[in-house]
Structure formats: C-alpha cells, structure tokens
C-alpha cells in the first residue's frame, strides 16, 4: 500500500493493545453484573437482570459502598478547603519554614501505602481512638490534602496578577477580590483536585485496611469477597459507578466544545 510505513503502524497498533489490556477488566465487571451467579460470581451461568433491579441483594454490599461514598465526600470537602488555604499561602506569601512545608507536603504521596497506613494505626492505637468511619475519614484527609495542593498550587502560579490588581484599582475590597475574581479563576483547579481526591479516597484499601476497624468500605468488601467471586450486585454498583465517571467526562468536554465555539463567534 503506498504510504504505508512500519513505523506509522506500529504507534496505533500499540496503543489499540494498551487500550484493550486496560479495558478487559472494565469489561469483565459490566458483563459479569449480568451473570446469573448464584452462589458465587466467578463461572458465567447465564444472563440475568436480576441484578440490576435488585442491587443491594447482597449482605452488606450497599452498606460497604455507601460508606465509600460518605467517606469520599467528607474527606474529599476537607482536604479541598485546607488544600486549597494551604496552596494559596505557599505561592502567594512569604514566611519561615515554607520551603521545608513544601518538601513535607510530599511525603504522603511518595510514602509507601502500608507504611503510611501501619503507622497511622499506630498513632491511632497510641492515642486510644477507637477505629471506624473516623478514623478513616481522618487518614483519607491526611494524604488527599498532598494531592489537592499540589493541583491548586499549579493553578495559583498560573494566575494573572494583573487581573486582581484591577479589581483593586476599581476599589474592591480584599474580600470582594477573593470571591469575585481570585476564586472563579481558581475554581477549574480546585474541581479537580476535588475529583481527583475523591476518587483516591473512594479507590482506597490498604491505608483504610488498617485503619477502619469493624467498618467496611467497598474496596474492603470487594477484597474479602474476592477469594469466592465479587458479587454480581458489586459488579452492579462498580458499573453504575464508571458509567457515571465516564458521562461526567462526556459532559465536561461537550461544555468546553461549546464554550470554545462561542469564543470562536465572537
């Protein structure tokens, strides 16, 4: 064929196959929430909708995931507030010991999940609290916030002074300034690393492992479950969960489409 080059083949042929080994498991998970499983969700014994009209049938399934969720939400809110404070102090204001905060900051990300997870524990057991949802809460918190200032830190570097220079000029108040220009920008930044910390806080099992106690979260279920088949209703709740992922990317490039047509008109 004229034209054709191994080398111009071999991009496209690699990332086909990189495409599809990543989503032969997503796969199995939607196919299998149709399995007629009985007992066990590991052999396919036939298509059912039983599962989907009834996907809280399986003992502490709905339970486990709607702690997740509870778990992603507030850990999520908290660590985005202090986050995005902390973010706006290391980039905007000069004070002792920044630089050392900064390098800190990174630690939880570059720590190794059972270690941080082991001596969260430890400090747990120490201080006598007892483990559950907030305990849990507590230590998502902890390594979400690493996250959450490491995206809005990149976003306040990329602001514009001059823009908040003019509100002022036009006699804002420095509270006006904030919500009224410093914010709207900051925003893309901070609903990202919203979403981002959530789904680190929902996707958690090892540090929730050794810090939940008697609570179960959905990873939790799902690996206890594994050993006999994840049930086909987990199954369910994971295809709800990435079908709902993917129309919310679906929805956000449409509206940056539409907004780059209306900037283009104009």
């Known amino acids: 064929m004229k034209g054709f080059t191994l080398g111009k083949a071999f991009v496209p042929v690699v990332a086909s196959i990189a495409l599809i080994y990543l989503l032969i498991p997503i796969v199995h998970v939607i196919v299998f929430s149709f399995?007629?499983?009985?007992?066990?969700?590991?052999?396919w014994r036939g298509f059912t909708l039983d599962n989907w009209q009834n996907p809280c049938g399986a003992p502490q399934v709905c339970t486990a995931f709607g702690n997740s969720i509870l778990v992603?939400?507030?850990?999520?809110?908290?660590?985005?507030?202090?986050?995005?404070?902390?973010?706006?102090?290391?980039?905007?204001?000069?004070?002792?010991?920044?630089?050392t905060i900064s390098l800190l900051l990174f630690t939880p990300m570059a720590t190794p999940e059972v270690v941080l997870g082991a001596g969260l524990a430890a400090q747990f057991l120490l201080a006598g609290v007892e483990k559950g949802l907030g305990t849990i809460i507590l230590a998502h918190t902890m390594f979400c916030i690493s996250y959450v200032v490491v995206a809005v830190k990149a976003r306040v570097?990329?602001?514009?002074?001059?823009?908040?220079e003019a509100g002022r000029d036009l006699?804002?108040?420095?509270?006006?300034?904030?919500?009224?220009?410093?914010?709207?920008m900051l925003m893309p930044g901070i609903i990202g690393a919203a979403l981002l910390s959530?789904?680190?806080?929902?996707?958690?099992?090892?540090?929730?492992?050794?810090?939940?106690?008697t609570a179960t979260t959905f990873?939790?279920?799902?690996?206890?479950s594994a050993l006999k088949g994840v049930p086909a209703q987990a199954n369910v709740l994971a295809s709800i969960v990435f079908f709902g992922a993917l129309?919310?990317?679906?929805?956000?490039?449409?509206?940056?489409?539409?907004?780059?047509?209306r900037l283009q008109r104009q």
Do not use: H
């Open 35 to 43: 399995n007629d499983a009985g007992r066990n969700n590991i052999l």
């Open 72 to 99: 992603g939400v507030v850990a999520t809110v908290i660590a985005t507030v202090l986050g995005t404070m902390i973010a706006l102090a290391l980039v905007r204001y000069r004070f002792k010991f920044r630089s």
């Open 157 to 164: 570097a990329s602001l514009n002074p001059a823009i908040e």
């Open 171 to 184: 006699y804002a108040s420095p509270g006006q300034v904030f919500w009224r220009i410093t914010l709207p």
């Open 198 to 213: 959530f789904a680190l806080s929902f996707d958690d099992f090892i540090i929730t492992n050794f810090n939940s106690g």
């Open 219 to 224: 990873p939790k279920f799902i690996y206890v």
């Open 247 to 261: 129309a919310l990317v679906i929805i956000v490039q449409m509206v940056n489409i539409n907004k780059q047509k």
